[in-house]
């Protein structure tokens, strides 16, 4: 059955050697009860390891069932004692936070032992070993005698062909040893025992065989009853079967939840750090996500047009958006249009018209926009405008009255349009389209739809009189001073090219900068002189030659530091927010963003980033700390599963179980959370609440099954680096 030809053992410790066994020849068959003695550090344990497959040898070769095992690796060592080997240690090696039923079913399960069948298996063990009264207590409460009772069950789970037993009465009584004894020698029938023991009078009247070892080799090895053993050896042949068990990853489901639910204490410290620790690190994000949207403004840095498909985008480095730029922003699955100067989008057409006859009127309040961005299909009544001097309007069924009693009502009416400057102040427009504004999302902003070169003369109009201002450098004087804004421009050609005119100023000549937000547009000569061009008393009309018209309006075109992206669906808006910012962009979405009332510099904002992300390291940190001290608090438990035939596969695969178990049920628990939070915060807390996005939840958890993955594979890996009987030795 076993069999050693020449076999030794080395033990090394730094510069230290010792010898185990040395030239070791022993055969050894079933039925024997064999006795192993000797003095203490004689190399008798280091015999049973090996046999048993605890512990592996230098020399020689070992046979089981004519099997050489000189190759065998750790994963061939754990399926031979898993299939073939019985252990009983002198310290017990049970898993305490188990109850007796467990500790038995747990070695049942490990031998692919079917559901169905394990738990009548283990209650016919637990009652041969007279322990049916403690089936249910945890072994942390049983005396010693009643812990090497559970052993001897858990041996005996998988009917072995070999019990070892290392010095199996060391920690008993000697009633309690007596009684060990006799158990042994009743349940092992048919199996080659093999006990370890200082005491040879403890076995002697059951013992068929004695071995006495001494400074590592065999001095002694005698036959006492040799009748017994020629009786009680089984005649058949047995082969080596090196297939592993076979093991349903319910069964491994079910460990890791026994592991779990065992130990409360620690599995609810756990569950609340990683608890504490997810909403630390939700928080931490969305709380710089939230300063990064407000301290992000974009440059017309107030909206009043919220339509909720809108978003505003400009460079992180305040730079011209270029042609790669904008193709990019047109690219995105996601974009419906970009409109270009979109400053005019935040602006109100107040339309009107009142009808002298009836003396009835109607005021409609638009936001502007270019009808090249709706179809005819939009319409409930009219076309498209096809001139400069038609508009659609958007008109809701609240507005109408008894004279605009349908939509239809509107088309072919003439109103005028109140506007930014005095020049478009009577412009009329005809109404050729109409859409019913009723059906929108109540979030929704509503248009008043121009011709699409008329919307980009309002738009380059409403630029000019809200964002270009004058700086002028009088005579003699070194700085330049802002003079006027909300300019109205106007041409003459009997101007030089690097002239201009304007109204209210004596000193002649000066220097002139026209400026916009981002810098100098033209550098010119102001003269104070009269102009074909009748601008009245308006001193905030500026006259230009038409080159230098030409040239201030290409540069204004040319210099798109901001535009609008109108989305095809709102609900993409968070995401394709966070798409922008990991390419470069800066993002406000009108509908959820808010200016702050001070503007964030960025030393505070870098301050704060650093802050943030040292949170968020130290969160993944001390999870990580706290898993490692988790599973090191088990390091005893998982060698004892080894010992009776867990595979490192398997570890690996309860440590994930339970790292999914307990991450999965903090996500849902951390989810419901923020729900409740934001429905019923308020405030600054609030708007972090809301920066926080589903994808943050992911990604939180990815973080805590990642660090568990990799923790659960450095344990196993560096616990299966070893055998069994060195990892035991360094707990």
Known sequence: MLKLENVGKIYSSGSNVSIGIRKVNLELKRGEFVAITGESGSGKSTLLNILSGIDTYE????????????YFSI???ENYRNKYVGFIFQNYNIIDSYSVYKNVEVALMLNGVPKEERKKKAIELINRVGLSHRMRTKASKLSGGEKQRVVIARALSKDPMIIAADEPTGNLDSNSSKEIIELLHEVSKDKLVLIVT?????????ATRII???DGEIKEDRLLKKDVIEEETPTEEVTFDNEKPKVKESGIIGLSLTDLFSSPKRSIFYYFVILLMGLYFLVALGAYRNLSRESNVSLSLRFANTDPYRMVVNKKDKSVLSNSDLEYLESLSSTDYIVKKDMILDYYAGLYKYDANSGEDFYINNFVNSASHIKERDLVAGRLPNSDSEIVITVTRDSLNEDYSEFKSFLNQEVNISTYDDSNNNKKYTVVGVIDGSSFNMSQEQYAYFYNDEFMTLSLNYYLSQFVNILIKPDGSTDYYQYSTGLTIYVDDNLSAGEACMNGLSETPQDIKIQDLYGTLLDLKLKYKSS??????????????RTDYDNLINTINNRDYQVTIMLKNSSRAEYVRRTLISNGYNVVIPSIDTKTEFDITGLVKGIYFFMTSSFILQSILIIYVVLLHSIKSRKDDIEILRTIGSTKKQIRRMFAYEFTFIGSTVYLFIVILFIALKMFTKGTFHSVISAITFGDFLLLLFVILLINFLLSLLFTRRMFKNTVRKSLQEN
């Open 59 to 70: 020399e020689g070769e070992m046979y089981v069932f004519n099997e050489e095992t000189s």
């Open 75 to 77: 994963e061939d060592l």
């Open 198 to 206: 200082h005491d040879f009078n403890e076995v002697s009247d059951y």
């Open 212 to 214: 006495r070892v001494y």
């Open 532 to 545: 074909s061009v009748n601008i009245g008393y308006n001193y905030n009309a500026f006259i230009l030659n």
